[in-house]
T-cell receptor
Framework: SQTIHQWPATLVQPVGSPLSLECTVE??????LYWYRQAAGRGLQLLFY??????ISSEVPQNLSASRPQDRQFILSSKKLLLSDSGFYLC????????????FGQGTRLTVV | GENVEQHPSTLSVQEGDSAVIKCTYS??????FPWYKQELGKGPQLIID?????GEKKDQRIAVTLNKTAKHFSLHITETQPEDSAVYFC????????FGAGTRLTVKP
């Protein structure tokens, strides 16, 4: 069966520090991968999606970046965190066309202080 | 791009009553409409979905209706139970998946 792992579960980082969140998917090949951010009391904002290794589409201009070094690995990064980067970050995957069921990880609660 | 509006943002019902959450979308090319349930501190999980060639779909106490002409779709939960309390998200998808802002449903025992 397929599983998605996302870590860390919680993270407290100072302003200006770098960020690296990792997401891996097991049990499937060539998934579409997504990073979403959920601000407190708000919906899911699509940040990045990837349909293959090295292919990244960015939805929102910001100080975050994403990379897909392997088929089932998706990394969210920042060189210098801002207070406004605080939120709940979710990785997700699906197969084939993007209009199919997406499976989410457990999320990372990031607090920038 | 797609824009999904979801209402209400919060909803409180008595156990046993029905709950209805409504969403509208803007992109007529969207053809897949899932609903996700998110419990506290967890990632969202799919509870039901519908495609544009279907007007209504039901799974036990949960049903979803879709009006493609009006570009709106709704989630109906009947005989609500306290464990239905969660945040519910609608989404619309064609080339990517866009989510509504979420509805916090509270079912009072």
């Amino acid at each position: 069966s397929q599983t998605i792992h996302q870590w860390p579960a919680t993270l407290v980082q100072p302003v200006g520090s770098p960020l690296s969140l990792e997401c891996t998917v097991e049990g499937t090949s060539n998934p579409n991968l997504y990073w979403y951010r959920q601000a407190a009391g708000r919906g899911l904002q699509l940040l990045f999606y990837s349909v293959g290794i090295g292919q990244i589409s960015s939805e929102v201009p910001q100080n975050l970046s994403a990379s897909r070094p392997q088929d089932r690995q998706f990394i969210l990064s920042s060189k210098k965190l801002l207070l406004s980067d605080s939120g709940f970050y979710l990785c997700a995957w699906n197969l084939g066309q993007m209009n199919t069921e997406a499976f989410f990880g457990q999320g990372t609660r990031l607090t920038v202080v | 791009g797609e824009n999904v509006e979801q209402h209400p943002s919060t909803l409180s019902v008595q156990e046993g009553d029905s709950a209805v959450i409504k969403c509208t979308y803007s992109d007529s090319a969207s053809n897949y409409f899932p609903w996700y349930k998110q419990e506290l501190g967890k990632g969202p999980q799919l509870i039901i979905d519908i495609r544009s060639n279907v007007g209504e779909k039901k799974d036990q106490r949960i049903a979803v209706t879709l009006n493609k002409t009006a570009k709106h779709f709704s989630l109906h939960i009947t005989e609500t139970q306290p464990e239905d309390s969660a945040v519910y998200f609608c989404a619309a998808s064609s080339n990517d998946m866009r989510f509504g802002a979420g509805t916090r449903l509270t079912v009072k025992p």
